[in-house]
């Protein structure tokens, strides 16, 4: 199938974007606009803008922006084609035809629906009338009222070996067994039992949904005594137990409206949530959650909320998602964690304390960085040098499987951090009891007094911390460059105190500086002064990683000798490109600021490619200071 770029813009003119999002959210005009409050993340004042004459959305509180397209695959979570086909058909245009195979494949998956269609009509019969009376039962027992059931299409399959053949009869055997209905009797089956039989037989049955509310399989709870407990249908043409999720159908919408996404157990745990009100829960399927599950979690939600089982066996799949996670996290998509009480599951929760006690334990979730500390300390002692190394071990292994280098550089800093505090206590400076006199002669030179402006020190707290360390550490260990740096430096935002202390007496020292300094004379003018100890800090070995904070020591041999030379040389090349960077970060996140003030004044596409165009350039430098952190790694 070929889509061609005419086609796909026929497609988006006749489609009227306001009244395409107006089925999902209230819009209201504005001028020759419309605006809404954004279904992407929850606010009280409308930020989010529809322009039907250009034929795009975006919101100035999230950043959200797209076209008709990209709004059905966003908004309601549907697949690429899938999109394309809805809008298609809303818009009486043909999609262009597939090659046959394709074409063949697609008419099979259509009848295989009608298969599962008719037997989940069926199932809701049997529900209803006098076979479904065990089943009713059960339900009432869960105290799942009328309209969940109807919501969820729950069903009774009849303890019967052949009835469901019956109903499918016209659809034929082989279609029935290959949407998963039917079971094909093994080939040295006695006579008797050469027919092919129902697979589902005296349980609850639920409907399983695609993203667009079709059935496509089935999970069936068994009544009374037997194994398994819940069975599944097996993997078809339509159906892929690791790359679905039970109900994101109607979970989807919710999810990207409350900004949160429910991952839970069982099929159970979900249907008792939404009744309680908490519609945007999913489920795996009878697996641990699977990579294409995450992803798939990951484009409702950045930071999907794990909500399993509180027993041993719960913890164990959240563990099991967690590093299964590892490899896939990129920035800003992570997952968390919520602990429920022993012994009980979500819908134990709602069921005892309604939906306000299920969002109270929600409320706090434990980050995934944090779930992996406490987890590689369970069970395990630290008193001694060995098990302590275990933990780092572990804590190290898990870092590693990370593939983004941002983000495992991140997690190996928080981890460096955390076992520094736990196992090494530091080691305080004795208080002087006298201060520091400054020095001052003729030729001094005196930097003007220039306090950030307003915008600069609203964008401070931008400016990590971790590579204000770095560059100061980077200064203390090559002084000279205090001298190139220092004018521009004395200006800079530094959220933290202790930091901005430090930057300030350096920054002194250079102006004062009658001769070049090395390390020690540096440590040496500091040595009286408060930041002495946040200095030892930042030259202490195993602080921080980049090249310019590592010491470099000075070997004894020629070739040795240039290598050290080398590496000094890279070294503070990376210093000054580190330092560079965040002198520019401000002034690049003033200009991002006034390019979103003016697409406030004037939504049009070339506002819209300035305001990218600096946000391509915030990423740059951010993977760029990113890549200097991964440098010094050893």
Not at 57 to 64: K, L, P, S, T, V
Not at 213 to 234: C, D, H, M, V, W
Not at 596 to 621: G, K
Request: hydrophobic share 45%.
């Amino acid at each position: 199938m070929t889509l061609t770029p005419q086609w796909l813009d026929e497609l988006r003119a006749r489609t009227v974007l306001s009244t395409l999002i107006g089925k999902s959210i209230k819009v209201t005009r504005a001028g020759r606009e419309y605006k809404a409050c954004c279904p992407f993340h929850n606010e009280k004042t409308p930020s989010f803008t529809i322009n039907d004459d250009k034929g795009f959305y975006h919101c100035f509180g999230c950043g959200a922006h797209g076209d008709a397209i990209r709004w059905m695959t966003d908004q309601r979570g549907l697949p690429f084609m899938e999109a394309v086909k809805e809008l298609a058909a809303s818009a009486g245009m043909d999609v262009p035809a597939p090659d046959p195979r394709a074409a063949a494949r697609a008419e099979q998956a259509v009848t295989l629906r009608d298969v599962t269609e008719a037997s989940a009509h069926w199932f809701r019969e049997r529900l209803a009338d006098g076979e479904g009376a065990e089943a009713r039962a059960y339900l009432a027992r869960r105290g799942l009222s009328a309209a969940t059931i109807a919501t969820f299409g729950l069903g009774y399959a009849p303890d019967a070996r052949g009835r469901l053949r019956e109903v499918l009869a016209k659809f034929g055997d082989g279609l029935a067994i290959e949407a998963g209905m039917l079971i094909a009797p093994p080939e040295d089956a006695p006579a008797s039992r050469k027919d092919p039989y129902d697979r589902f037989r005296g349980r609850l049955m639920i409907p399983i949904r695609d993203v667009r509310g079709r059935t496509i399989a089935f999970g069936g709870r068994i009544l009374g005594q037997g194994e398994p407990k819940y069975l599944n249908s097996p993997d078809t043409p339509l159906f892929d137990k690791g790359r679905i999720l039970y109900n994101l159908d109607r979970a989807a919408p919710a999810a990207r409206k409350a900004d949160r996404l429910i991952v839970v157990e069982g099929y159970m745990d979900v249907i008792a949530l939404a009744q309680a009100g908490i519609e945007e829960a999913v489920a795996p399927l009878g697996t641990a959650l699977t990579e294409a599950q995450i992803e798939l979690a990951w484009r409702q939600v950045p930071v999907p909320i794990l909500a399993f089982d509180g027993d041993a066996a719960g913890q164990r799949a959240a563990l099991r998602a967690a590093t299964r996670a590892l490899p896939l996290l990129r920035p800003g998509h992570s997952l968390a964690f919520l602990t429920l009480p022993a012994g009980q599951d979500p819908d134990d929760i709602v069921r005892n304390g309604g939906a306000a006690a299920f969002n109270a334990l929600a409320a706090s979730p434990v980050p995934l960085v944090d779930m992996l500390w406490q987890t590689a300390f369970d069970g395990r002692s630290n008193d001694t040098p060995e098990a302590r190394a275990a933990v780092r071990k572990q804590l190290f292994d898990w870092a590693e499987s990370i593939a983004d280098r941002d983000v495992g550089a991140h997690y190996r800093q928080a981890f460096r951090e955390r076992l520094d505090a736990a196992f090494f206590a530091p080691r305080q400076r004795p208080q002087r009891t006298f201060a520091a006199t400054p020095r001052t002669g003729p030729g001094r030179f005196t930097p003007p007094e220039r306090a950030p402006s307003a915008s600069l020190r609203e964008i401070a707290p931008a400016i990590d911390a971790r590579l204000a360390d770095a560059v100061l550490a980077g200064l203390l260990r090559y002084p000279a460059r205090l001298a190139t740096h220092a004018e521009a430096l004395a200006t800079l935002p530094v959220a933290d105190p202790a930091t901005g202390q430090l930057l300030a007496a350096l920054t002194d020292i250079a102006f004062d500086a009658q001769e070049s300094l090395d390390t020690d004379g540096v440590m040496a003018i500091l040595a009286p002064m408060p930041v002495y100890n946040k200095a030892q800090e930042l030259l202490s070995a195993d602080t921080i990683q980049f090249s310019f904070t590592r010491r470099l020591l000075f070997p004894d041999d020629a070739e040795g000798q240039r290598a050290h030379a080398a590496a000094e040389q890279a070294a503070v090349r990376d210093l000054d490109e580190a330092i560079a960077a965040i002198i520019a970060w401000p002034e690049v996140e003033r200009a991002l600021a006034a390019a979103t003030d003016a697409m406030r004044q004037q939504l049009d596409e070339e506002s819209f490619a300035h305001q990218q165009r600096l946000m391509r350039t915030r990423s740059e430098l951010a993977e760029r200071l990113a890549g200097l952190g991964e440098s010094g790694r050893p």
